[in-house]
């Protein structure tokens, strides 16, 4: 009789995990001869259990990687249990060990793949860096590795063909590589798609392949797709074979809630998909019996049997269907006349677009859709995409545009040779507000702000928004009657000169009289813009008579060996704090004498040190000819009040060129130290996020470097592990936000979500009302968390 899910029910569920199950595999035998099984999970553990008559109970939890668990192998013939993670290293355990053997690091982002090598003590890794490798430890624990270089893109999927003594790997460049132990590519297989996710050695020489086009696809032994097997409305993360049920059956799951069955010979399907009350199966194996284990989105572990025996009681059972008949109904949910599970999951956005202002919709785990605009080289958020009349274009009366509805769409000429661009526009909207978006939106000048909100107000029906009745005549903005000409006309435009409360700068305006202003394409769906932040926020109040006192006061205790200054010096140095300081080599050098004076005394020097430095020309002289990075940096392990001044010292430095090189360039010490402070005052937590936050911004404006934007996650994560300040609260969320639409975005997104406490946090700041001064912090909150 041939093989089918069909005979397949619940067997039991292990719980335990308090996040998605990413992986699942078989781990080692037990005494008794049954099969243990391996469970990895976002909650940063992996779980042994073991058989326990029809059940399986936690025998181990292993907690050893910073981030989330991708990958588990077991290698049998060393007995060894491999885990991979998100934060970029692999962990090797004895079966029965509770701390890693070995860590193995070197990959520069996350391995999402593991198989055991070709010889004893070696296996092999696929990583998000693009690249694999193929470790091998010698009996003394010497590590040494091949990288098999070649991919485009992340490396997703690799596995070994010990017959053939090659290894295949897969990639989110849609490509199939075969290598030899040397890392010398030897086959390239084209076929997919999109993103290959799993790759797997069949008998004679074949593979057998899945991805995220919902496809698994059969190559025989010269390369050729000669079957190709559909089922799957979604993405296929993982395959497993069911050898217990013959060597031409294999299973697979995947983001369409589903377990499937096949014959990879006759390409069929064995019987009718297992749903899961989950949206993402992620990881399926088979364990020696038959019975076939998945790890899903739910955070749960299942355990199917085809042995009636090994079913679980009617009880259980009618559970289950309960949760999955819940599962149905909410894959049946449609926005706009498409449904969700038909949409793609977070990991479409780790694709480059193919055109700038392409938009992308995606279901993320919390069952909501969000539309993302590939502009600058970047997934950026657009906001939720909802089916507001609950109808469709034909009976509500609603225009649909990138999953929204609106009242109006219209169609907008900007160039002779550039198609229309889309405007959509709803009667509740502000119309200049509307207006600002899409010039955002689409990199326009700012200069037409008046003549797109014109349009809008004189093209669209009168409504809430609107400030008079429209005529009925369409005019396009720009081709309307004439093309416009920019300065030619419509000059007049808002402006604003909002001062940061908490540094003394001038806070971001979109509108300029006199040029066109920096865009951020990236805006919030309540309209309110928290991220991208683009320009660099700098401390500059000072009551420059109190320093000076202070500065006398102390001067008084010091003797002259001690560094005790004439009043002139002091009066010299006080020059730098002007808000324009001039370039006087003679206050300089005098700055530099009291930098010398004891830590105790230094913190009104270090005051006027960081008004100074926000002066290139000034920076670039104090640090080139008196090092003073080298005594502010150690402050930052000295008193409360040190910390503060050396903080804004370095939050300032930022504003140019010249400091951020400098900054740059000790970056991991500085970090250190920065991360390493754990309380202190308002002022101090409000200058640690604001240093943070500059430092994002440089990644923002320039093209983003992974290790950098690691280390400063890690540091705003520590933070707001402490932090209780509302502001310094606000400017780590901003922080987090720019970073997730930089190039490594998602491995911030990772990085942070790893963290149960920062995550509590922000969910709490975002539900909780605050008063109108930090409102912006519910506003900020929502927007980040729309990201996750």
């Known amino acids: 009789m041939e093989p089918s899910l069909d005979n397949y029910k619940l067997s039991c569920e292990l719980l335990g995990h308090s996040m998605d199950v990413r992986a699942v595999a078989v781990g080692p035998p037990t005494p008794e001869g049954g099969q243990t099984i391996l469970s990895g999970s976002r909650d940063k ?255 749960v572990v299942r355990v199917f049997s085809h042995v009636p025996a090994r079913q679980a009681s009617e009880a259980v059972l009618k559970a289950f269907d309960l949760e999955v008949a819940t599962r149905k109904s909410q894959i049946n949910e449609e926005i706009g006349g498409i449904k969700k599970t038909d949409l793609p999951g977070p990991e479409a956005l780790l694709s480059n677009g193919t055109r700038e202002g392409q938009t992308k919709m995606v279901r993320h785990a919390d069952g909501s859709v969000k539309c993302y605009s590939w502009t600058l080289g970047n997934w950026n958020l657009v906001g939720d995409v909802s089916g507001a009349s609950g109808g469709t274009q034909a009976n509500s009366g609603k225009k649909l545009h990138e999953g929204k509805e609106y009242d109006f769409v219209f169609s907008v000429d900007i160039s002779d040779t550039e198609p229309p661009i889309k405007l959509p526009y709803n009667r509740s909207e502000d119309p200049w507000q509307a207006a600002q978006t899409f010039i955002h939106r689409h990199n326009l000048p700012q200069a037409y702000l008046d003549q797109v909100a014109n349009f809008i107000i004189k093209n669209a029906e009168g409504g809430p928004g609107l400030m008079e009745q429209a005529p009925t005549g369409y005019q396009d903005p720009f081709t309307g009657g004439s093309r416009y000409v920019p300065g030619s006309s419509h000059t007049n435009m808002r402006s604003g000169g909002n001062l940061d409360p908490f540094t003394g700068a001038s806070s971001y305006s979109t509108a300029s009289s006199n040029a066109q202003s920096q865009v951020d394409v990236n805006f919030v769906r309540s309209g309110d813009k928290h991220f991208p932040v683009s320009n660099y926020r700098t401390f500059d109040t000072c009551d420059a008579k109190k320093v000076l006192e202070k500065m006398m006061e102390f001067n008084g205790k010091l003797s002259l060996p001690d560094g005790k200054v004439g009043e002139e010096v002091l009066l010299a140095v006080i020059k730098l704090t002007d808000q324009s300081p001039e370039l006087d080599l003679t206050s300089l050098e005098a700055l530099a004498i009291l930098l010398k004076w004891p830590a105790s005394m230094q913190f009104p020097v270090l005051d006027i040190v960081r008004l100074a430095v926000r002066n290139e020309a000034i920076f670039s002289v104090l640090n080139n000819s008196h090092n003073f990075l080298a005594t502010v940096i150690p402050q930052l392990s000295g008193s409360g009040a040190n910390q503060l001044m050396a903080v804004r010292c370095l939050a300032n430095s930022m504003s140019h060129a010249t400091g951020r090189q400098h900054v740059m360039s000790r970056l991991a010490e500085i970090i250190e130290l920065v991360g390493a402070i754990k309380t202190g005052s308002a002022n101090l937590q409000i200058a640690v996020a604001t240093f943070y936050l500059n430092l994002t911004i440089s990644q923002t404006l320039n093209a983003a470097k992974s290790e950098v934007c690691h280390m400063v996650t890690s540091g705003v994560v520590e933070l707001l592990k402490w932090t209780m300040d509302l502001e310094a609260c606000y400017r780590s969320m901003q922080a987090i936000g720019n970073l997730t639409t930089t190039s490594c975005g998602q491995e911030t997104i990772a990085q942070v979500v790893s963290v149960d406490y920062v995550m509590d946090k922000l969910r709490k700041l975002t539900s909780t009302p605050q008063d109108k001064n930090f409102s912006k912090v519910n506003s900020v909150g929502q927007a980040l968390l729309a990201v996750f």
């Open 45 to 299: 553990s992996t779980k042994v259990w073991k058989p326990h008559g029809n059940e399986y109970v936690e025998s181990l939890t292993l907690q050893d990687h910073k981030n989330f668990i991708s990958y588990i192998c077991f290698l049998e013939s060393e007995q060894w249990i491999c885990t991979s993670s998100n934060d970029a290293t692999i962990c090797i355990y004895k079966h029965d060990g509770f701390v890693p053997l070995l860590t193995l690091k070197g990959h520069e982002s996350t391995v999402c793949a593991l198989s055991a090598g070709l010889e004893p003590r070696s296996l092999i890794s696929g990583s998000w860096d693009k690249t694999a490798r193929v470790w091998t430890i010698s009996e003394a624990g010497d590590v040494s590795f091949v990288a098999l270089e070649g991919h485009e893109a992340a490396v997703w999927a690799v596995a070994t063909l010990k017959e053939q003594r090659k290894y295949v790997t897969g990639g989110a460049d849609k490509n199939i590589y075969y290598w030899n132990a040397k890392g010398e590519k030897l086959r390239l297989l084209k076929g997919h798609t999109d993103c290959v996710r799993g790759v797997m050695g069949l008998d004679a020489n074949t593979l057998l392949s899945c991805g995220n086009d919902a496809v698994l696809r059969f190559w025989n032994e010269d390369g050729e797709c000669v079957r190709e097997m559909n089922g799957h409305t979604n993405y296929i993360y993982s395959m497993a074979h069911n050898k217990a049920l013959g060597d031409q059956v294999v299973v697979s799951s995947g983001e369409d809630s589903t377990l499937r069955m096949w014959n990879v010979i006759t390409g069929e399907e064995l019987g009718a998909p297992i749903i899961h009350p989950g949206i993402s199966v992620w990881s399926v194996t088979c364990l020696n019996n038959g019975d076939i284990v998945t790890g899903c989105s739910d955070g």
